[in-house]
C-alpha cells in the first residue's frame, strides 16, 4: 500500500517498525522484579501457599520476589489514597517487572480480596504507568472441580491493565486435598504446571522488559498528545 493512500494524520505518526531497537533493547541486566498477590484474608489461604510455592520456583530461576499481605487494605475508595497500605501496594506495583496474581474461585469468579488489589492500582499515576507493559501470569485455586473461571475473569483484568499475559495458567481442583502436612504443594502435575507458569513468566520477562516502553506505545495516544499540545498552542496565541 503506498503511504499517501492513508489519511494525512495516519500517515504523518505512523513510521515503520523500529526492528533495530527492539533487536538492540538495553535490557537492565538485573534479576527480574515479580510481585506476588494472592486473593484471601484467612490464615490457611491455598491462594497463598501457592502464591509461596510460586515464589520458590521463581527465586530458583534468578528472580527478585515480593509478595504484598493484603490484610488491611481499604476497600478502594479514592479519598484513601495515601493509605499506607495503597502506598505499599503502588510502590511494589512500580518496582515490579512482571506479576503473579492468584485467587481462590468464589461463587464462580474471583475474589472481592484480588480485585480489589487490582482496583488499587491505576492505569496512571502520576505519569508514571505501574502495570503497562508489565508482564502477568495467572493461578486459580477451587474448593471443588478443576475451573478456569477466575483465570479467565483475571486475564481479562490483565488485558485492561495493558499487561502481557503470559498464555500458560495454573488451576489446582480440591486445593484442600493437594497439599502435605507441610502445606507444600508435592510434585505431581499440579506442581509441575505452576513450574511451567512460572518458567515461562520468566521469558517472558525477559524478553520483554527494555522493550515495552516501545511495545506499547499507541498511535491514537501519539494523536491525543499531539492534539492537546496543539490546543495549548493555540491557547498561549490568544
Avoid at 501519539?222 to 496543539?230: F, I, L, N, T
Amino acid at each position: 500500500m503506498d503511504p499517501h493512500d492513508l489519511p494525512a494524520l495516519v500517515a504523518d505518526k505512523l513510521p515503520a517498525i523500529d526492528v533495530d531497537h527492539l533487536a538492540k533493547a538495553e535490557d537492565p541486566r538485573h534479576p527480574p522484579r515479580i510481585l506476588l498477590l494472592y486473593g484471601a484474608l484467612r490464615p490457611q489461604s491455598y491462594s497463598k501457599k501457592t502464591v509461596l510455592e510460586a515464589e520458590r520456583i521463581l527465586q530458583a530461576l534468578g528472580c527478585e520476589t515480593r509478595v504484598f499481605d493484603p490484610s488491611g487494605l481499604p476497600m478502594y475508595d479514592p479519598a484513601q489514597a495515601d493509605h499506607p497500605k495503597v502506598r505499599e501496594l503502588r510502590d511494589l506495583a512500580v518496582w515490579s517487572e512482571g506479576m503473579v496474581w492468584s485467587s481462590p474461585e468464589q461463587h464462580g469468579t474471583m475474589t472481592a480480596v484480588i480485585k480489589n488489589q487490582i482496583d488499587w492500582l491505576p492505569l496512571n499515576m502520576g505519569g508514571v504507568r505501574p502495570t503497562q507493559g508489565k508482564t502477568l501470569a495467572l493461578m486459580q485455586v477451587s474448593g471443588g472441580s478443576q475451573s478456569f473461571n477466575a483465570v479467565n475473569q483475571m486475564r481479562i483484568m490483565g488485558r485492561w491493565m495493558r499487561m502481557i499475559t503470559i498464555p500458560n495458567q495454573s488451576s489446582i481442583p480440591r486445593a484442600s486435598l493437594e497439599y502435605d502436612e507441610d502445606q507444600r504443594l508435592p510434585e505431581g502435575p499440579f506442581y509441575r504446571r505452576v513450574v511451567d507458569v512460572m518458567e515461562e513468566l520468566v521469558k517472558f520477562t525477559w524478553l520483554v522488559r527494555g522493550r515495552a516502553e516501545y511495545l506499547v506505545d499507541r498511535y491514537s495516544e501519539r494523536v491525543e498528545s499531539a492534539e492537546k499540545a496543539s490546543e495549548r498552542v493555540n491557547l498561549k496565541s490568544l
